[in-house]
C-alpha cells in the first residue's frame, strides 16, 4: 500500500540504493549541493552511513524495495536513527530508460523524485509486526511442508499395495501411524489390524485386506525419511505456534475483535494482524486497502474501451487467508456470508464470488480495527430499493419465460397500516 506524501517534498532527503554489496547514498536538499558517498552493505558501514545521514540532518530515507537487500538497511535505520522516516519504493515507480542505468544516477534520481513528493511511499511494517508476520509467514511454509510430505506417504503406500487411504481418512492419525510404523518395522506374527482404535474396529476385516502388500527396501527407506521429515514439520509447526501466541499478548484486544468476524479464527487472526497491523490510518481508506491486499478488480481502459482485468498484485499472504476464511464463512448453514455468496455466484461464478467475499470481508476488518468496535452481522432481510427490486423482478421473469410459461408482472397495492 502507498500512503499519499505531503505535498512539497521535504527539506532534507536522503536515497540508498540497495542493489548488491554496495549501495549509493545521496544526501540532498533543495536549493543545496548534493554530498554522495557510497557505504558497503556490512553492518559497520551502514552504521557509519546512519551517522553520516545524522550529520547531514536527513529527515526522510529512501529505498527501493527490492528483494530483501533492503531489509537490513532499514533495521539499522530503525536502531540507530529512529526519528527518520523511511521510504520503502516501488521500483516500478522509479524505472529508468534501458541503457542509463547506475546505482549513483539511481541514487540521484530517486532523491530528487522523493524530495519533490512524485513517488508515494510503500507501507513499511513496525518491528513488531515484522518479527509476527516472518512467524506466520513461516508456519503457512510448514504447513505446506507438512501436507507435501503426507502426499509423498500416501504415494508410496498407494504404489506399494498398502490402501490404507481407502480405509482410513486420516492415514497419519493415531491408528494409521501406527500401522504404518508396524508394516515398516516387519514383524512376524503380529496383527497390525488390531492396532485400529476407537470407532476404526468396526473395520478390522477391510483393514487386514488394505494392509495386504509388501514395501521394497527402497520405498521403505523413503517412508521412513517422509515420516521423519513429516514429523520435524510437526514439531517445528507446534513452536511456531506458541511463539506466536505470546507475540499476539501485546495485540490481545484487536485479537479479540477480529476473532468476531465468522471463520476468522485464533491462526487466521494472527496472519490477519500480521499483514495488516492495528493502526489503519497508515491506509487512507478501505478501497486502499483493499487494492494493497490484491482483492480489488483490475482496470484496463483505452481509446474509450473498458476490457476485463484481473485484480492486480497485492498482498499474496493476506489474500490467501482472507479467501481460506471466505471459503468457510460460505458454507455456513445460514448467515450474511452464504446469501451474499449465493446471489453473486449466479452472476460472476464461484471464483469470482469468493474473491468478493474475502474483499468484503477486509473491508469489515478495516473498520473493526479502525472503530475498535466488534462484528455486527448485517441483516439479510433489509428493505430492497426500487431499482433492486425491478432489476430482480426482470431477471426472474426472464427464467420463467426461458422454461415456456408466459408472466405478466404487476405490482401490489400498499397495505394500509393498521391503527
Not at 533495521?75 to 549513483?104: C, F, I, M, Y
Not at 509447526?237 to 505470546?246: C, H, P, T
Not at 499478548?249 to 495488516?276: H, N, R
Request: charged share 25%; hydrophobic share 40%; proline share 5%.
Amino acid at each position: 500500500m502507498r500512503t499519499q506524501p505531503p505535498l512539497g517534498g521535504h527539506p532534507g532527503l536522503a536515497r540508498s540504493n540497495c542493489s548488491g554489496n554496495a549501495p549509493a547514498a545521496d544526501a540532498r536538499r533543495r536549493y543545496a549541493s548534493d554530498p554522495r558517498r557510497t557505504f558497503e552493505t556490512f553492518r559497520d558501514t551502514l552504521v557509519e552511513m546512519t551517522e553520516w545521514l545524522a550529520g547531514k540532518r536527513v529527515e526522510v530515507v529512501a529505498l527501493e524495495s527490492t528483494g530483501v537487500y533492503w531489509m537490513p538497511v532499514v533495521r539499522v535505520l530503525q536502531e540507530k536513527v529512529s526519528q527518520t522516516t523511511v521510504w520503502l519504493v516501488n521500483p516500478l515507480d522509479v524505472k529508468r530508460r534501458a541503457g542509463r542505468k547506475t546505482d549513483r544516477k539511481d541514487s540521484q534520481w530517486l532523491s530528487e523524485v522523493a524530495l519533490y513528493a512524485l513517488v508515494p511511499p510503500s507501507y513499511l511494517p513496525s518491528r513488531e509486526q515484522s518479527e509476527l508476520r516472518k512467524l506466520t509467514r513461516h508456519r503457512t511454509k510448514l504447513v505446506a511442508d507438512k501436507t507435501r510430505y503426507q502426499n509423498r506417504i500416501l504415494k508410496e503406500l498407494e504404489s506399494s499395495g498398502v490402501k490404507l487411504a481407502s480405509v482410513l481418512s486420516d492415514c497419519l492419525g493415531m491408528s494409521g501411524r501406527a500401522m504404518i510404523d508396524a508394516l515398516l518395522a516387519n514383524k512376524p506374527g503380529v496383527d497390525i489390524a488390531e492396532l485400529a482404535l476407537g470407532t476404526l474396529r468396526k473395520k478390522i476385516p477391510t483393514i487386514r485386506r488394505a494392509i495386504d502388500g509388501s514395501f521394497t527396501p527402497s520405498t521403505a527407506m523413503v517412508l521412513r525419511q517422509l515420516l521423519a521429515m513429516f514429523d520435524t514439520a510437526e514439531k517445528h509447526s507446534l513452536a511456531v505456534d506458541q511463539e506466536i501466541s505470546r507475540l499476539m499478548q501485546a495485540w490481545s484486544q484487536e485479537d479479540k475483535l477480529t476473532q468476531t468476524v465468522p471463520a476468522i479464527g485464533e491462526t487466521a487472526s494472527a496472519a490477519v494482524l500480521a499483514e495488516l497491523g492495528v493502526d489503519m490510518s497508515a491506509f487512507a481508506s478501505a478501497k486502499h486497502l483493499s487494492a494493497w491486499s490484491g482483492l480489488a478488480p483490475g482496470s484496463e481502459e483505452s481509446a474509450g474501451k473498458v476490457k476485463a482485468a484481473p485484480t492486480r498484485e497485492g498482498n499474496k499472504y493476506l489474500r490467501t487467508i482472507l479467501v481460506q476464511c471466505a471459503w468457510v464463512a460460505v458454507r455456513m448453514k445460514q448467515g450474511f456470508w452464504p446469501q451474499v455468496f449465493r446471489r453473486l455466484r449466479s452472476r460472476l461464478g464461484p471464483k469470482k464470488a469468493i474473491v468478493a467475499i474475502a474483499r468484503k470481508m477486509l473491508v469489515a476488518l478495516y473498520y473493526i480495527l479502525r472503530d475498535r468496535t466488534p462484528y455486527r452481522d448485517p441483516s439479510t432481510t433489509a428493505t430492497l430499493s426500487d431499482g433492486h427490486r425491478d432489476r430482480l423482478a426482470r431477471r426472474f421473469r426472464s427464467k420463467l419465460e426461458a422454461l415456456g410459461f408466459v408472466v405478466q408482472i404487476n405490482k401490489a397495492a400498499p397495505q394500509e397500516a393498521v391503527s
